[in-house]
């Protein structure tokens, strides 16, 4: 079993900036890549960005320049950090981990961008 727990959603005003946390527990194999994903209404789940345990890292591009996603394998979490915040940006956000072909999620925090 894997537990994911997400803490740092909230409301922001644009352009300015949030940080996700994601701890994971349970039964954690090194190998693995966790990344973040976010749905905002009316839309498909979308990956965010995503860290390997080497620390090779994918961003979609909408977000490339703006977040950094990070992990700390010792405390096996990720954070993702967020600025300059955007309208487009609002959405639930979901943290995954991926290990030995099988998907582990969070139950999501939500962000919220004011204008």
């Known amino acids: 079993q894997v537990q994911l727990v997400e803490s740092g959603g909230g409301l922001v005003q644009a352009g300015g900036s949030l940080r996700l946390s994601c701890a994971a527990s349970g039964s954690i194999f090194i190998g693995n890549v966790m990344g973040w994903y976010r749905q905002a209404p009316g839309k498909q789940r979308e990956l965010v960005a995503a860290?390997?345990?080497?620390?090779?890292?994918n961003y979609v591009d909408s977000v490339k320049g703006r977040f950094t996603i990070s992990r700390d394998n010792a405390k096996i979490t990720v954070y993702l950090q967020m600025n300059d915040l955007k309208p487009e940006d609002p959405a639930v956000y979901y943290c995954n981990l991926d290990q030995r072909g099988l998907d582990y999620w969070g139950k999501g925090t939500l962000v919220t961008v004011s204008s």
């Open positions: 860290i390997t345990s080497g620390g090779m890292t």
